[in-house]
């Protein structure tokens, strides 16, 4: 097949950001048996990146982007809707000009400008099922916030179910997110895509630090930057009475000067930020904390620490597109109270916490396979080449 394939982040080795790890490890499995043209928007200082790119893929071609979003910033959102625009209108104008078997856009939010009936068969990813968040944020306000937060969450479910209509196959990345999604739209044709997440983390060497306790997240992300504080402000103290020497380290971009200060004057706090390579933090850390709070879909970060082998503590939102079993392969706690019970548990039994690290590593293995990933998306790109088929000879 020839693929048409539209991202709006570009996707790279290295790339920082969980979604385009996906996109870049989808990219590399398309390739061996596929054609493929990558259309990305690029943001400024990623150039560099179009040479290996090209040397990977028939070629890439590329719309200007502007971001990230600025928190309060209307002309920044404007923007960036923009941006999104102009991508569709090039998506657009490549499947009307050039001869494409199929074409595979990532993103909801993309799904929302791309075109109806562009002439091919076309397939979504949703990284996340952006309304249960949106649901769940509603459902947790009170007082005069609960009007934007229900409107927040209708806005959302309207968005999705606009993109959702547009596509002959949708990808979830998790069976939660497949019954959210089956749910709230149940005109779609969803398919579970199990990531293989943690790959480049199979095999790491570990030696532990007793005491170090890794957090790993983009600090630009309000979700992360709220799992941080949550778990600093009202995890941490307890921690730390029990274990004075603790250590948690915070690795990941976007750390803003107020942040590091919080973290600064917080004993025990390590404010590393950005790094080139995250594997000698995931190699030194004896606990992995996700404190997500909201939820989305498959939680990229805690599949990369289980198939390191680090033991980990999550939330049921964190584990809920995992499914690891709590207790065996995973901790999961959702109060202050339980949460650093649960991390104080860890720090303080090596007898317990290896089995737990070594099992978690096991499940990451058995239900995250590049076989698994590889078969689903040919079954579906399959599936939608039929369909469109039949709809074009009713057209």
């Avoid at 000009?97 to 993103?107: P, T």
């Avoid at 901790?331 to 720090?347: E, G, H, Q, R, Y």
């Amino acid at each position: 097949m020839k693929i048409l394939f539209v991202s709006p982040f570009l996707p790279y080795p290295g790339v920082p950001h969980a979604g385009g790890k996906l996109i870049y490890y989808f990219l590399s499995v398309l390739v061996r048996s596929h054609s493929v043209v990558l259309l990305s928007r690029i943001f400024p200082g990623e150039e560099r990146h179009l040479r290996s790119l090209s040397e990977m893929l028939e070629r890439v071609e590329t719309v200007p982007a502007e971001g990230p979003i600025r928190a309060g910033s209307l002309v920044s959102l404007l923007r960036t809707v923009a941006s999104y625009r102009k991508l569709c209108l090039r998506a657009r104008i490549l499947l009307r000009s050039e001869r494409f078997d199929l074409c595979q856009v990532e993103y909801t939010e993309t799904g929302v400008f791309f075109p109806r009936n562009p002439g091919v068969p076309v397939v979504l990813s949703c990284h996340d099922v952006i309304a249960k968040p949106a649901y769940r944020r509603y459902a947790g306000s009170h007082g005069i916030s609960r009007l934007s937060t229900w409107a927040g969450w209708h806005v959302a479910m309207a968005a999705e179910r606009l993109a959702v209509g547009k596509f002959l196959r949708v990808f979830t990345l998790s069976d939660e997110d497949l019954e959210w999604a089956g749910r709230l739209y149940p005109e779609g044709s969803f398919r579970t895509l199990r990531y293989p997440a943690g790959i480049g983390f199979r095999g790491i060497a570990r030696s532990p630090q007793d005491r170090r306790v890794l957090f790993v997240g983009a600090l630009n992300r309000p979700q992360n930057r709220d799992g941080l504080q949550f778990f600093l402000r009202e995890i941490w103290p307890s921690v730390h009475r029990n274990f004075p020497d603790a250590e948690f380290c915070v690795v990941g971009g976007g750390m803003d000067e107020d942040l590091r200060e919080e973290l600064a004057v917080a004993p025990g706090g390590n404010a590393v930020g950005f790094v080139p390579e995250v594997e000698p933090y995931y190699a030194s850390a004896a606990v992995f904390v996700a404190p997500i709070l909201t939820g989305g879909g498959v939680i990229v970060k805690i599949l990369d620490a289980l198939s390191a082998g680090v033991p980990t503590v999550t939330t049921r939102y964190g584990n809920e597109g995992i499914r690891a079993t709590h207790g065996k392969e995973i901790l999961v706690a959702d109060t202050p109270k339980d949460f650093s019970a649960a991390v104080i548990f860890l720090l303080g039994d090596d007898a317990a916490r290896n089995p737990i690290g070594e099992a978690g590593q096991r499940f990451v293995y058995d239900h995250f396979s590049e076989k698994t990933f590889s078969e689903t998306i040919e079954s579906a790109y399959q599936e939608a080449t039929i369909e469109e088929d039949v709809c074009s000879r009713g057209r």
